[in-house]
């Protein structure tokens, strides 16, 4: 986004906007947030959680995490949006420690909590959409999608309306999805199942595996589809036995990660698990309540081993398969 002819401009001002979200956005947590004990989506609610559970400072656990996380896109990435993430990290923990060291207002009921994790996410979510739209950050069904977006011949407008609608799951926190589904689908068959899990975390997590698959779809061979159609294969033909395989790596890392997102993921969930569905980290949540924190120590353990069995699996076959795709064009 070009604020003003002046380059030196255009790097304070938006530096300026995300100071002031940073503001807002710390405001937030302190008021809505951290004394009604739930965690919101992304690593921010991991860094809750970890408060919760360890007494530790999200203030500081953001610092350590998200300042050598700039540093790395500011060398690899792009200059300005690591500034622009450096400078957000920054305000946020500077203005969270401020507003404990102030004794800011805080939000606390007993009783109706749900409207502090309703105004929570709703705020996070503008807040996100600002902070993407300014150039920073705070730190099956995708397939399909990507498939229609970049080897479709679909309008424009069509391919434009349906990026839009992938980035808005992205500004969505977790826990307005979790109380969205609870009102849209409480009496019906999905209630307190795994299946509305399942599509809860497919919403949750839907923008980065569509641009990890749109991007890998607009690499490949625009004729393929019509070499395909000379051929006499049908479209549905040559997406099977052409590009899905060009594809495979692609769709692997897509799995990853949503299974390792799902593995540590409760702002969404939570509201949606019963008896019969509870998951590993709603089940840490029970625990934290009852301060049984052995328990708690062997359920993170099980989740951070088991995610990085999967990651180490699922890289390797991604790798696998890159080398035979690689192998076959060169014999080609």
């Keep these: 986004m070009i604020f003003s002819k002046n380059k030196h401009l255009n790097l304070v001002i938006p530096c300026a906007l995300l100071a002031g979200l940073a503001v807002l956005f710390a405001l937030n ?7 009604n004990d739930f965690a919101p989506a992304g690593l921010a609610g991991i860094l809750v959680m970890v408060q919760y559970l360890g007494g530790f400072k999200i203030s500081w656990l953001n610092l350590v995490i998200n300042v050598p996380l700039a540093a790395l896109c500011f060398f690899f990435v792009s200059r300005s949006f690591a500034v622009r993430s450096f400078v957000f990290s920054v305000v946020f923990s500077g203005v969270l420690l401020l507003a404990e060291y102030v004794d800011f207002y805080t939000f606390e009921t007993q009783y ?3 409207l502090a994790v309703i105004s929570a996410g709703f705020i996070n979510g503008f807040l996100y959409g600002c902070a993407i739209r300014l150039g920073g950050s705070t730190g099956g069904t995708d397939l399909l999608a990507a498939l229609i977006q970049a080897r479709s011949k679909l309008p424009r407008v069509c391919r434009s309306a349906m990026d839009g609608l992938a980035m ?18 409480s009496g019906t068959i999905l209630q307190n199942t795994i299946a509305i899990l399942i599509l809860a975390n497919l919403v949750h997590f839907f923008a980065s595996p569509y641009l990890m698959g749109t991007a890998a779809l607009s690499r490949m061979n625009a004729g393929w589809e019509t070499t395909g159609l000379l051929m006499g294969d049908t479209w549905i033909q040559t997406i099977r036995r052409v590009v899905l395989p060009n594809a495979r790596a692609t769709l692997i890392e897509m799995f990853e990660l949503y299974f390792i997102n799902s593995m540590v993921t ?5 509201f949606l698990c019963g008896t019969s569905t509870m998951l590993l980290t709603t089940k840490i949540k029970e625990f934290s309540y009852y301060e049984r924190f052995d328990a708690i120590f062997v359920l993170s353990l099980l989740v951070f081993v088991t995610n990085v069995a999967a990651k180490l699996i699922l890289d390797k ?9 690689k192998a076959g064009s060169t014999r080609s």
Excluded: K, N
């Design 266 to 270: 409760i702002s969404a969930v939570v």
């Design 29 to 35: 947590y302190h008021v809505f947030v951290l004394e």
């Design 168 to 185: 808005m799951t992205s500004t969505l926190p977790g826990m307005v999805i979790g109380v969205g589904f609870l009102f849209a689908f």
């Design 317 to 325: 076959l991604a790798e696998c398969s890159r080398t035979d795709q």
């Design 112 to 114: 109706d909590r749900i």
